[in-house]
C-alpha cells in the first residue's frame, strides 16, 4: 500500500514511522478548525501529540517520563521532529489548555481516511444471514478515577470516575463514535447518536432498553438486538418451532407484545417483537434477547447478541495496552485529550496489524514488541514480521565493541 518500507534500516525510529500514518495534512487541518496552536510559540498541536502518542506506547505514568525518555538524545528528538524535548511544565499546561476537541477530531478524521483499509482487513465473524449488513455495538465501560484529584468526575460518594460511551462499527472492527463522561451519566443519555441508517442492525446490553428509544429505531428501519428487563411485563402472541437436534442452547422463541402501561403510553404495544430464548453454558443462565426482526433465525439473533464480546474485548485491550487508567493530568480537559490520543495510538496499531502484519499476533504481545523497538532505528515491516524469531547469533563481531562496555567505567 506503500505506506510501508520492505527492508531492516532506516534513518526514522520506529516511533516516528508510526506518527508519519498520521499525515500532516490531516492534523494541520485540525489544528486550524479548532485553533490549537493559537497563542503558543513552542508546544505547537504537533509536539503535543508526538509527546502524548510516546507516552501511549512507551507506557508512561508521568510527564516527567515523557520528557526525560523524548529528551534522552539530540539526534532522537531531531528525528521525532521536534526542535526540543518538552519540559513536564509545558506539557501540564498545554493538556490544561489546548482543547481536546482537536484530538477528537484527528481520531474522527483518521477513521474516514483509513476507513476502507480497516474494513476490508477486518477478522470479524461473519453470520452468513446477515452478511455485509452494517452492525453496531452499543456499550460502556467506567474508568475508576481518586475523587480528590479529580473533582470534576465525581461519582458516588467517596469515588470518582469517567465513563467512555461507545458504538463499535463491526465492519472496521473499531469504535466509530465515542463520548466521554462522568461515571454518573446513565448509558441510555451516553451518546447522542442511537439511531442509524435504514437496514443498521444495533446490539446492545439491557442498559438501552427503552421503549422509546425502541419505537424511534422501529420508525427508522433499524434492527435492534438486546436484553430485555427482568421486570418487563409482555404478553406472548404465539410460540415459533425451533430446529430438531441443531442450535441446542436456543430453548424457546417466541412473538411478544409489550402490555405495561409505560407501554401503551408510549405506544409500541401494538409492534410485534420476537424474544429469543439462550442458554448460556459459561454462566449456567438463560438469557432473554428481544428484538423487532421477526424473520432471521433464532440462532443469528443469538449470534448477533455474542457480538457484544467484541467490544468488552476492545475494552480490555486497550486497559491493559494503553495509557488510559493513569493520566498524566488531573483536569477534564487533559483526561480526555489523553484519551483521544490513546484512541488513535489504537487505530494506528490496527492499521500496523491488518496491513503489514504477515501473521497473527495478539494485540498485547504485539503492543510489547512495538514498546521495546520504539526508538530503534528499524521498519514496521522487520519489526513486525523479524523481530522475535527466535535466537539471534552476533558473527563476526568488530574487536572494538568488546571494549565499549569497559570504557564506560574507567577512569
Not at 506518527?19 to 503558543?40: N, Y
Not at 438486546?226 to 442452547?249: G, H
Amino acid at each position: 500500500m506503500g505506506l510501508f518500507k520492505r527492508t531492516k534500516n532506516t534513518n526514522t525510529p520506529l516511533i516516528r514511522q508510526i506518527i508519519d500514518l498520521v499525515p500532516r495534512w490531516i492534523l494541520s487541518r485540525c489544528t486550524a478548525e479548532h485553533k490549537s496552536d493559537k497563542g503558543s510559540s513552542r508546544y505547537k498541536t504537533y509536539d503535543q501529540f508526538v509527546a502524548l502518542t510516546f507516552g501511549q506506547l512507551n507506557k508512561c505514568f508521568t510527564l516527567s517520563d515523557i520528557s526525560t525518555g523524548i529528551g534522552v538524545s539530540g539526534t532522537f528528538i531531531s528525528s521525532l521532529g521536534l526542535d526540543q524535548s518538552p519540559a513536564r511544565s509545558t506539557m501540564s499546561d498545554g493538556n490544561k489548555n489546548r482543547d481536546y476537541k482537536v484530538f477528537e477530531s484527528l481520531y474522527h478524521r483518521l477513521l474516514t481516511h483509513y476507513g476502507h483499509l480497516l474494513s476490508k482487513r477486518h477478522e470479524s465473524h461473519i453470520i452468513k444471514e446477515i452478511k455485509d449488513r452494517s452492525i453496531k455495538l452499543i456499550d460502556s465501560t467506567i474508568i475508576s478515577l481518586c475523587l480528590s484529584m479529580f473533582d470534576w468526575a465525581k461519582f458516588r460518594t467517596a469515588k470518582g470516575g469517567i465513563k467512555i460511551h461507545t458504538c463499535w462499527d463491526d465492519t472496521m472492527m473499531i469504535p466509530d463514535i465515542v463520548n466521554i463522561t462522568p461515571a454518573k451519566l446513565h448509558d441510555r443519555y451516553g451518546l447522542e447518536q442511537l439511531v442509524f441508517a435504514k437496514g443498521t442492525i444495533v446490539v446492545e446490553d439491557r442498559a438501552y432498553f427503552d421503549f422509546q428509544l425502541m419505537l424511534q429505531r422501529i420508525r427508522a428501519e433499524n434492527v435492534f438486538v438486546t436484553r430485555i428487563k427482568t421486570n418487563t411485563v409482555f404478553e406472548t402472541i404465539r410460540e415459533l418451532e425451533l430446529p430438531k437436534d441443531q442450535d441446542q442452547d436456543v430453548l424457546k422463541d417466541e412473538i411478544i407484545t409489550l402490555s405495561s402501561k409505560k407501554a401503551v403510553k408510549t405506544g409500541i404495544d401494538h409492534v410485534e417483537l420476537r424474544l429469543v430464548h439462550v442458554y448460556k453454558p459459561d454462566e449456567n443462565k438463560v438469557i432473554e434477547i428481544i428484538t423487532n426482526q421477526l424473520d432471521w433465525t433464532a440462532r443469528t439473533i443469538a449470534d448477533l447478541y455474542k457480538k457484544r464480546w467484541d467490544i468488552e474485548l476492545f475494552f480490555k485491550a486497550i486497559k491493559q495496552n494503553l495509557q488510559i487508567k493513569t493520566f498524566v493530568g488531573t483536569s477534564e480537559n487533559a483526561v480526555k485529550s489523553q484519551i483521544y490520543i490513546a484512541l488513535t495510538t489504537y487505530l494506528l496499531l490496527q492499521l500496523i496489524v491488518r496491513t503489514i502484519a504477515k501473521k497473527k499476533h495478539a494485540f498485547s504481545n504485539f503492543v510489547e514488541k512495538i514498546r521495546i523497538c520504539l526508538s530503534f532505528y528499524l521498519t514496521l515491516d522487520y519489526v513486525c514480521n523479524q523481530v522475535g524469531q527466535g535466537a539471534k547469533r552476533i558473527r563476526g563481531r568488530p574487536q572494538a565493541e568488546f571494549y565499549y562496555a569497559a570504557d564506560l567505567f574507567s577512569g
